[in-house]
T-cell receptor, first 109, second 114 residues
């Protein structure tokens, strides 16, 4: 079993829709969690950190469920510019940083 | 600020050749990282550094070496290139007040070993 698993997608949704995807992790001792976005042939960019109580940044909401060992990302009122690959990142320690393979999102007009 | 810069952008190597991938940051970040990303895969940590003169191995260090003589620069050396090292290499950095997963990435170096 992979340490961090994401549905590769692609998720193809119309503009304005709400879309959510999950990321599961296998190590219950994982310390912190993040979502990055990566555009095609570009570097990853931090989207948001994920906090235990859940957190929101504009149209984006991140949740952590430690009991079931997953994190989620919800995007409301999706825009064309949200089309990208979303990478889940799980940290065990300073040297144990695990990136998921990413979920591809495509927003259609 | 230029942020994190990487050179070259692209490189083709023959099996057995060596090269150095350059990474520099101008944000006075003490933490720096090297990752590789294979097609359709997540990033894997090769080496990292917590400050000048200090480096440590990540998940996939074999076939690579690093040095950190200054805060700004963190070059990655490939000795005896192999086809398995064909990948996109990203350098990243973060400041001391950021959480370990909150990193700034450079634009990457696409390396092909033939």
């Amino acid at each position: 079993r992979k340490e961090v698993e994401q549905d590769p997608g692609p998720f193809n949704v119309p503009e304005g829709a709400t879309v959510a995807f999950n990321c599961t992790y296998s190590n219950s001792a994982s310390q912190s969690f993040f979502w990055y976005r990566q555009d095609c042939r570009k570097e990853p960019k931090l989207l948001m950190s994920v906090y235990s109580s859940g957190n929101e940044d504009g149209r984006f909401t991140a949740q952590l469920n430690r009991a079931s060992q997953y994190i989620s990302l919800l995007i409301r009122d999706s825009k064309l510019s949200d089309s990208a690959t979303y990478l889940c990142v799980v940290l065990h320690s300073a040297s144990k940083i695990i990136f998921g393979s990413g979920t591809r999102l495509s927003i259609r007009p | 600020n230029a942020g994190v810069t990487q050179t070259p952008k692209f490189r083709i190597l023959k099996i057995g050749q060596s090269m150095t991938l350059q990474c520099a940051q101008d944000m006075n970040h003490n933490y720096m990282y090297w990752y590789r990303q294979d097609p359709g895969m997540g990033l894997k940590l090769i080496y990292y550094s917590v400050g000048a003169g200090i480096t440590d191995k990540g998940e996939v260090p074999n076939g690579y070496n690093v040095s950190r003589s200054t805060t700004e620069d963190f070059p990655l050396r490939l000795e005896l290139a192999a086809p398995s090292q064909t990948s996109v290499y990203f350098c990243a950095s973060r400041g001391p007040d950021s959480r370990p997963g909150e990193q700034f990435f450079g634009p990457g170096t696409r390396l092909t070993v033939l």
